[in-house]
């Protein structure tokens, strides 16, 4: 799954279940849940934010963008997820946001082990062998 899936995955479940959704994933301030899950994904918080406001004109809490049509990446959001309940799309978003979390705990230069390289005989063909430590 993409990057950008994982964000419209997200933004569905927030204009869906509004502020359930919002105090289920432990925020108490909207612009405060924007910015954490932008960071959490990799993008800037009114990112998220107009991702949310596509899908609110489906749900009647906030008008988002009702001038504008669903785009396709958008509508395949909405069919594939729009039949689970709150619980098992918060589930599915927790997961998301945990793994881009996670993901980019790996990938910070410091957590990034340094190779470094031995050469052993191979056996009794006498060949070395380079193995990373």
Do not use: C
């Not at 785009?71 to 945990?98: Q, T």
């Not at 990938?107 to 006498?126: A, D, F, M, Q, W």
């Amino acid at each position: 799954m993409d990057k950008k899936e994982k964000l419209l995955i997200t933004a569905f479940y927030l204009a869906k279940f509004d502020r359930v959704a919002y105090a289920n994933l432990g925020y108490s301030k909207i612009n405060q849940a924007h910015e954490e899950i932008g960071k959490k994904l990799g993008y800037k918080r009114n990112s998220v934010k107009n991702r949310r406001d596509d899908f609110d004109p489906l749900f009647g809490h906030r008008a988002g963008w009702h001038q504008v049509e669903l785009s396709k990446s958008n509508l395949k959001i909405v069919d594939a997820f729009d039949h689970l309940s709150e619980e098992a799309l918060r589930a599915v978003v927790l997961d998301l946001l945990d793994e881009a979390s996670s993901r980019a705990v790996l990938l910070l230069p410091e957590n990034v082990p340094k190779k470094t390289s031995t050469y052993t005989t191979r056996g009794i063909t006498g060949k070395k062998l380079k193995h990373f430590l």
